[in-house]
T-cell receptor
């Protein structure tokens, strides 16, 4: 069945360090993945996405890695800043050939950046 | 940068009453969605909407729920007879295309059922 989960519910890092947030998914048919950041009182904010035909994608200070063999997704944040403190969700989407565009979200990881 | 806007930010309603949550998606987006997030839990899909009809709905989206795009800019979620368990954050999202396109979310409406 569909399942997206996170290995670590909380992560605490020092400002300037790199952060790695992990996500496991169980649906091997999923072919599109998104990382979202959610700050308190706000909606999920798009960070970066990756399609299943890629294994790495880089943005500004962020990198997403996809390992389809073990169904694992990670978000790397370089030089983490206090403003990066938030809950991070991975979400997946599967092309079922119809109009299934829903995202299935994981539970989230709380990232705390200590100054 | 264009964004999805939702109103109101907080809605308090008596159980059994009808409530309408409003959203203005990003203007050139064609696909629209509603999700909800019960406090402390993950974001759950409710419904997707394209070309003036529902594309998909979850088990949560029962006969008490309906969606409408009354004009070219608004997208609404109606709950006909609210229950205590409907208390949650409701997020609207939109995307340019369906599959393989990021969905952009509003900041949500906190619905509190008394």
């Amino acid at each position: 069945g569909e399942s997206v989960g996170l290995h670590l519910p909380t992560l605490s890092v020092q400002e300037g360090d790199n952060s790695i947030i992990n996500c496991a998914y169980s649906n091997s048919a999923s072919d599109y993945f998104i990382w979202y950041k959610q700050e308190s009182g706000k909606g999920p904010q798009f960070i970066i996405d990756i399609r299943s035909n890629m294994d790495k994608r880089q943005g500004q200070r962020v990198t997403v890695l996809l390992n389809k063999t073990v169904k694992h997704l990670s978000l790397q944040i370089a030089a983490t800043q206090p403003g990066d403190s938030a809950v991070y969700f991975c979400a997946e989407n599967m092309d079922s050939g119809g109009s299934n565009y829903k995202l299935t979200f994981g539970k989230g990881t709380l990232l705390t950046v200590n100054p | 940068e264009p964004e999805v806007t939702q109103t109101p930010s907080h809605q308090v309603t008596q159980m059994g009453q009808e409530v309408i949550l409003r959203c203005v998606p990003i203007s050139n987006h064609l696909y629209f969605y509603w999700y909800r997030q019960i406090l402390g839990q993950k974001v759950e899909f409710l419904v997707s909407f394209y070309n003036n009809e529902i594309s998909e709905k979850s088990e949560i989206f029962d006969d008490q729920f309906s969606v409408e795009r009354p004009d070219g800019s608004n997208f609404t979620l109606k709950i006909r007879s609210t229950k205590l368990e409907d208390s949650a954050m409701y997020f609207c999202a939109s995307s340019k295309q369906g599959l393989g396109q990021p969905q952009h979310f509003g900041d949500g409406t906190r619905l509190s059922i008394l």
